[in-house]
């Protein structure tokens, strides 16, 4: 199955992954962005660590990721007017309003790989069953941990 919920408009602060997609870009990726929200922008603001902690990817026809970006909430109180990043690799990002399909789910990356392209197989199936119409080859995960 799969559940369904909005989700308002927001900036957030970005950046890429390698084409690899390991842990050690995943890790690298996020210490950019936990810089930047520790000072590491042209004002020297530093800002609180917020949850989740997006990944957004591009996928391919068997459900594997071809590109990544992961993005950091910026707070409220800073959403008007966010810090320029400091660091060449790090932008701001508006993300409109949406709604989200989405499926809970455990994953302990990077031994449980296989779980990731399993879980967004169950999640398009249970979308075209319902009739809903999405495009697959883009996935985003939330980590709350």
């Known amino acids: 199955g799969s559940e369904s919920g909005e989700v308002n408009r927001a900036k957030w602060v970005g ?30 603001t530093k800002m609180e660590m917020t949850a989740p902690v997006l990944t957004n990817m591009k996928l391919n026809m068997q459900f594997q990721v071809t590109s990544a970006e992961m993005y950091f909430y910026i707070p409220e109180e800073f959403q008007a007017d966010p810090p320029v990043p400091a660091d060449g690799d790090v932008f701001i990002k508006n993300f409109p309003d949406r709604v989200v399909y989405y499926r809970a789910f455990n994953w302990d990356f990077p031994e449980d790989k296989d779980v990731f392209e399993n879980e967004f197989r169950n999640l398009a199936a249970a979308l075209g069953v319902a009739g809903k119409r999405f495009y697959p080859f883009h996935a985003v995960t939330a980590g709350y941990t």
């Open 15 to 44: 950046t890429r992954l390698g084409s690899a997609g390991d842990d050690r870009e995943s890790m690298a990726a996020f210490f950019r962005l936990f810089r930047y929200i520790s000072g590491n922008n042209l004002s020297g």
